[in-house]
C-alpha cells in the first residue's frame, strides 16, 4: 500500500464549479498536510498547509483533514481557468522529508 | 527576494554518464533537500541537507550523491546514468528542517537517452 493515495484524474470543470480534491493516507504518524499546486513545466507552489485535524481557508480554497480517517480534502470555490494545474496532497511526518501523492490534473474549462 | 533557483534547466545525457545538478537556496534558508519526480507521478524524496549534513536519505541507490557547501546551496550528483534517471529533478528550500513547507525550484529536466 503507498503511503499516500490521490486519484490521478485527470478532472475537468466548468469556470465556477466548485472543485474538491482528495488524498487518503496510510501513516497515522504523519502530521502536518499541505497541498502544491504544479503547472506544467515548473516545481510545485505550496497552496495550504495544516497541522493534524481540521480546516484551514485561504480565499477560495479550503484543506480539510479528518486524521481519524486519514482523509486529505481541498476544495477550491469559483474555479477559474488560472486554477487549471496539477494538484499535488503531500504529508509529513516526524521526518524532513515530504510524502506526496501521484497528483491531479485539474482543467477549468472557460 | 530570488526564490529557489536550479541549473542547468534541461539536459540530455548518455547511459553510463555522470550528471551534477546545482541548487541555491532562498537566502536565508539552511535546509535543501532533493526530489525526483517521474512523469506522472508525485515527487519521490532523495536527500536533505541541513546546515551541511545529511540529514535524510530516500530509497535511491548509492548512484545518487549529493553535498551542500558554507553557501548553502547544494549539488546533487548521479553516476552511471540509467534511462530510468530521467525525470524532473526538484531542489526546495526551508528555512529550518522543513517543518512548515518546502519552497521548491522549477527543476532540471534530465533525459538520458
Given amino acids: 500500500q503507498k503511503e499516500v493515495e490521490q486519484d490521478p484524474g485527470p478532472l475537468s470543470v466548468p469556470e465556477g464549479a466548485i472543485v474538491s480534491l482528495n488524498c487518503t493516507y496510510s501513516n497515522s504518524a504523519f502530521q502536518y498536510f499541505m497541498w502544491y499546486r504544479q503547472y506544467s513545466r515548473k516545481g510545485p507552489e505550496l497552496l495550504m498547509y495544516t497541522y493534524s485535524s481540521g480546516n484551514k481557508e485561504d480565499g477560495r480554497f479550503t484543506a480539510q483533514v479528518d486524521k481519524s480517517s486519514k482523509y486529505i480534502s481541498l476544495f477550491i470555490r469559483d474555479s477559474q481557468p488560472s486554477d487549471s494545474a496539477t494538484y499535488l496532497c503531500a504529508t509529513q511526518g516526524g521526518s524532513e522529508k515530504l510524502v506526496f501523492g501521484k497528483g491531479t490534473k485539474l482543467t477549468v474549462n472557460p | ?113
Fill in chain 2, 1 to 113: 527576494d530570488a526564490g529557489v533557483t536550479q541549473s542547468p534547466t534541461h539536459l540530455i545525457k548518455t547511459r553510463g554518464q555522470h550528471v551534477t545538478l546545482r541548487c541555491s537556496p532562498i537566502s536565508g534558508h539552511k535546509s535543501v533537500s532533493w526530489y525526483q519526480q517521474v512523469l506522472g507521478q508525485g515527487p519521490q524524496f532523495i536527500f536533505q541537507y541541513y546546515e551541511k549534513e545529511e540529514r535524510g536519505r530516500g530509497n535511491f541507490p548509492d548512484r545518487f550523491s549529493a553535498r551542500q557547501f558554507p553557501n548553502y546551496s547544494s549539488e546533487l550528483n548521479v553516476n552511471a546514468l540509467l534511462l530510468g534517471d530521467s525525470a524532473l529533478y526538484l531542489c526546495a528550500s526551508t528555512r529550518d528542517r522543513g517543518l512548515y513547507g518546502y519552497t521548491f525550484g522549477s527543476g532540471t529536466r534530465l533525459t538520458v537517452v
